[in-house]
């Protein structure tokens, strides 16, 4: 399915799981779609799983927006406690569509808690009170985290023989009965716009598909090289932040001269700043010196950078460092904002310049991020899919330099493996279905859906900071 097709059925207001694999333009069509709305004066409730995909979409995580917070499950006590909260009552209530992004990453006990909620605070039986559901993500990437943490590859057993492979606790939030309750529109895109790669394409298909062979491994083989032979100055790709904080920490202390520190600064409820926080790619500090690798943790195309965008620290003026991209551009950079944003206002913000030390990052905080160049190491992978989310995050092979894996890097979870054939055949069959609704009738039902959300009429909303 096209990204065109895609937006006219969200347009129609129709439940819809956005899928497709990385690179295939998931966060782009929301991003159009949103942008519709509000052109319409219809604000969507914008939100994630975790912290770092929320500030990708300027919006909060759901477990914030539904009051849920860190809870596992919900009792009446609960359920009445948050229902009652003014915050998360006025935001239900005000809701018309809500968007949920990186859905891979919840469980479905959590998706369970966020349709309880939306149900008591709005008084309605429908699946999440009625509102127009947006899923968004992909479950070949990373999944949600088990009460038991995998830590190696001795952990990571423990996780393949949790009860929720045992029949205990679905783990999957398409696992949960609301989602089946929901009725979704499945909308598999199937345009490539990362990697242009053939070769490369093929190998992380057959990874996705779970039919890896010695073909695909001679590719990965043909990337191997040593520690001391990896380029210098590109990201490193780790499993666990022990390795990514050392490699930063320790380049940096080679570089001469006394680096320069840049401090975030922050406004709104402290709840929020900490979300913000802990879901920014930049520090809270960033220490930096003349010849520091740096990566771009925010897009600016009229600046000339987007998130991943990779470049080296030349000098510092007027309080800013100036980065040279690998075009040769060089780019004074300012701070840029971080906002949680409800109902078209800023709730909370944060400051900060959008760069962060690039010589290592881990996988989990790559999602979402596309690079050129990167050495990776997946040797200690520990996790479905964190092998598949670190090479996807490149764009093509010449671009990739591994330093090793482990059996685990190359699979995909078995559930999720069996699903992705329904999620394509009932994406196939909605595409069918809405090429043959004629143009006028489609427009008429994207008509009575803007209608349905602005009952009273578009209104204009200020910045509650």
């Known amino acids: 399915m096209?990204?065109?097709?895609?937006?006219?059925?969200?347009?129609?207001?129709?439940?819809?799981?956005?899928?497709?694999?990385?690179?295939?333009?998931?966060?782009?069509?929301?991003?159009?779609?949103?942008?519709?709305?509000?052109?319409?004066?219809?604000?969507?409730?914008?939100?994630?799983?975790?912290?770092?995909?929320?500030?990708?979409?300027?919006?909060?995580t759901i477990h914030s927006w539904s009051g849920i917070g860190i809870k596992k499950k919900l009792d009446k006590y609960d359920l009445d406690?948050?229902?009652?909260?003014?915050?998360?009552?006025?935001?239900?209530?005000?809701?018309?569509?809500?968007?949920?992004?990186?859905?891979?990453?919840?469980?479905?006990?959590?998706?369970?808690?966020?349709?309880?909620?939306?149900?008591?605070?709005?008084?309605?039986?429908?699946?999440f009170g009625g509102l127009q559901m947006i899923l968004v993500g992909d479950f070949f990437q990373l999944p949600p985290i088990l009460n038991v943490k995998a830590e190696s590859e001795k952990q990571a057993v423990l996780i393949e023989n949790s009860p929720a492979r045992a029949g205990g606790p679905a783990r999957f939030a398409c696992d949960s009965s609301v989602w089946a309750r929901l009725n979704l529109v499945v909308c598999y895109l199937t345009e490539q716009y990362r990697q242009d790669d053939r070769a490369f394409l093929s190998v992380l298909s057959s990874i996705r598909r779970d039919v890896f062979n010695?073909?695909?491994?001679?590719?990965?083989?043909?990337?191997?090289?040593?520690?001391?032979?990896?380029?210098?100055?590109?990201?490193?790709?780790?499993?666990?932040?022990?390795?990514?904080?050392?490699?930063?920490?320790?380049?940096?202390?080679?570089?001469?001269?006394?680096?320069?520190?840049?401090f975030m600064s922050s406004r709104?409820?402290?709840?929020?700043?900490?979300?913000?926080?802990?879901?920014?790619?930049?520090?809270?500090?960033?220490?930096?010196?003349?010849?520091?690798?740096?990566?771009?943790?925010?897009?600016n195309l009229f600046g000339g950078f987007v998130n991943g965008t990779l470049g080296t620290v030349v000098e510092f003026a007027g309080g800013c460092p100036i980065i040279k991209i690998r075009s040769g551009r060089r780019i004074a950079v300012e701070p840029m904002d971080w906002t949680v944003e409800e109902n078209g206002a800023a709730r909370a913000r944060i400051s900060q310049l959008p760069l962060r030390l690039a010589w290592a990052i881990t996988v989990h905080k790559s999602q979402?991020?596309?690079?050129?160049?990167?050495?990776?190491?997946?040797?200690?992978?520990?996790?479905?899919?964190?092998?598949?989310?670190?090479?996807?995050?490149?764009?093509?092979?010449?671009?990739?330099?591994?330093l090793g894996w482990n059996e685990r890097a190359f699979r995909v979870h078995p559930e999720v493996l069996a699903k992705d054939g329904s999620f394509r055949a009932a994406s196939g069959g909605a595409e069918t279905a809405f090429?043959?609704?004629?143009?006028?009738?489609?427009?008429?039902?994207?008509?009575?859906?803007?209608?349905?959300?602005?009952?009273?009429?578009?209104?204009?909303?200020?910045?509650?900071l």
Do not use: W
């Not at 569509?97 to 008084?123: F, N």
């Open 2 to 60: 096209t990204q065109n097709q895609a937006l006219s059925i969200l347009k129609t207001g129709a439940n819809v799981f956005l899928t497709g694999e990385p690179g295939s333009g998931k966060t782009h069509t929301v991003n159009e779609y949103v942008a519709y709305l509000r052109r319409h004066g219809v604000e969507p409730a914008i939100t994630a799983s975790t912290g770092i995909a929320a500030t990708h979409i300027s919006g909060m």
């Open 81 to 127: 406690k948050i229902s009652s909260s003014s915050y998360v009552g006025k935001r239900v209530r005000r809701a018309k569509i809500l968007i949920i992004d990186e859905v891979s990453m919840l469980s479905a006990e959590t998706l369970s808690m966020i349709d309880a909620v939306c149900r008591e605070v709005k008084q309605n039986p429908e699946p």
């Open 214 to 262: 010695n073909e695909h491994l001679r590719h990965i083989q043909a990337r191997k090289v040593e520690p001391a032979r990896a380029p210098k100055n590109i990201p490193q790709l780790f499993s666990h932040n022990i390795d990514v904080d050392r490699v930063n920490d320790e380049t940096l202390a080679k570089l001469a001269g006394k680096p320069r520190e840049f």
């Open 268 to 299: 709104g409820p402290a709840a929020l700043v900490t979300a913000l926080k802990k879901g920014c790619l930049s520090p809270e500090t960033l220490s930096l010196k003349e010849g520091a690798a740096v990566m771009f943790t925010k897009n």
């Open 368 to 402: 979402g991020v596309s690079l050129d160049e990167a050495v990776v190491d997946l040797s200690q992978v520990f996790e479905f899919g964190q092998g598949y989310v670190a090479l996807s995050r490149v764009r093509r092979l010449s671009g990739l330099h591994l």
């Open 435 to 464: 090429t043959n609704i004629s143009s006028s009738e489609l427009s008429k039902m994207h008509k009575n859906f803007l209608k349905a959300c602005l009952p009273a009429g578009p209104r204009r909303k200020k910045s509650l």
